[in-house]
């Protein structure tokens, strides 16, 4: 077994992010919005929630089952992909759950 620790860490932090963000409701952990001009706090969390948990399962699946000579192969794939549905979810959040 492949153990590489740089996404391992990174995705078991994503993994308490979307518990906090999506299970405890903790909405005050994101940045970049005023948290009184959004419309709809629990779908937010949920989107929020959702997109971490995957990211971070899909980093940790990564980081233990990619041999260390490829992974940074595998992280130029991934990197941009979740850079790209993050983005993604910030101007959906920005167009249509903010006042």
Known sequence: MYLNTAPLAIGIILLLFAFMVGVKK????LSGFNQHRVRDKE???????HLDLSTGLVLILS?????????EIVMG????IIL???LGMILY???NMVE
């Not at 903790?26 to 952990?29: H, N, V």
């Not at 779908?43 to 929630?49: A, E």
């Not at 980081?63 to 992974?71: A, D, K, R, Y």
């Open 26 to 29: 903790q909405t005050w952990l």
């Open 43 to 49: 779908k937010l969390s949920r989107l929020v929630g």
């Open 63 to 71: 980081g233990l089952l990619t041999p260390p000579t490829s992974i």
């Open 77 to 80: 794939i991934l990197v941009p």
């Open 84 to 86: 790209v549905a993050h």
């Open 93 to 95: 959040v920005q167009k």
